[in-house]
């Protein structure tokens, strides 16, 4: 089976533009959860979607946004974008439920901005 | 609130020499605890998880990891390292009533001399 697939692999982007950054998780799995991992640190929480809701939500702005589809892919989106967003952003699937903390990453998009 | 504290940024081992890598979290319930490891412009994978019951986890890759409650910690151990082992580990704690939230440590870098 194919893991959690993510896209574009890597993006430059300017400062004040918006992105889009797209996850599909592993067949099966009904939750996906997106982190930030800046350089030298470990992944930070920014959101858990599960069955089309938003279920958690970590401490990132409001310009931070996603959702999910009924095929249970997911998007996530930034706007105005800063130079401190700069990071790997990683998504990863699980099943759901207390399931939803074993979670199965993707390879992440490296976004770059200037 | 809730933390994870990997004390080591960098440790080198030499091959066949065995590894520990510690792990301490700040939680105030029983956590669910994870380690993960993350290859040079790689996803994370999964190594090994504990969510109750018998404290020496078992993972992939010959790793395997001991809940200490009495300690707060979880440390990661490998027996004989070999050279692919290189990586960056991280360990991460689940927070219960937030599905899908996990809080990583910073990690540990693993380096490997032949």
């Known amino acids: 089976d194919a893991g959690v697939t993510q896209s574009p692999t890597h993006l430059i982007k300017t400062r004040g533009q918006h992105v889009t950054l797209r996850c599909s998780p592993i067949?099966?799995?009904?939750?996906v959860s997106w982190y930030q991992q800046v350089l030298g640190q470990g992944p930070q929480f920014i959101f858990q979607y599960y069955e089309k809701e938003e279920r958690g939500r970590g401490n990132f702005p409001d310009r931070f946004s996603a959702r999910q589809f009924p095929n249970y892919s997911s998007e996530l989106n930034v706007n105005a974008l800063l130079l401190g967003d700069s990071a790997l952003y990683l998504c990863?699937?699980?099943?759901?439920?207390?399931?939803?903390?074993?979670?199965?990453f993707g390879p992440g998009t490296r976004l770059t901005v200037t | 609130a809730q933390s994870v504290t990997q004390p080591d940024i960098h440790i080198t081992v030499s091959e066949g020499a065995s590894l520990e890598l510690r792990c301490n979290y700040s939680y105030g319930a029983t956590p669910y605890l994870f380690w993960y490891v993350q290859s040079p412009g790689q996803g994370l994978q999964l190594l090994l998880k504990?969510?109750?019951?018998?404290?020496l986890v078992q993972g992939i890759k010959g790793f395997e990891a001991e809940f200490k409650r009495s300690q707060s910690s979880f440390n990661l151990r490998k027996p004989s390292v070999h050279w692919s082992d290189a990586a960056e580990y991280f360990c991460a704690v689940g927070v219960r009533g937030s599905q899908g939230n996990l809080i990583f440590g910073k990690g540990t870098k693993l380096s490997v001399k032949p």
């Open positions: 504990y969510f109750s019951g018998d404290t």
């Open positions: 067949s099966g799995h009904k939750s």
């Open positions: 990863a699937s699980s099943l759901g439920g207390l399931l939803s903390y074993e979670q199965y």
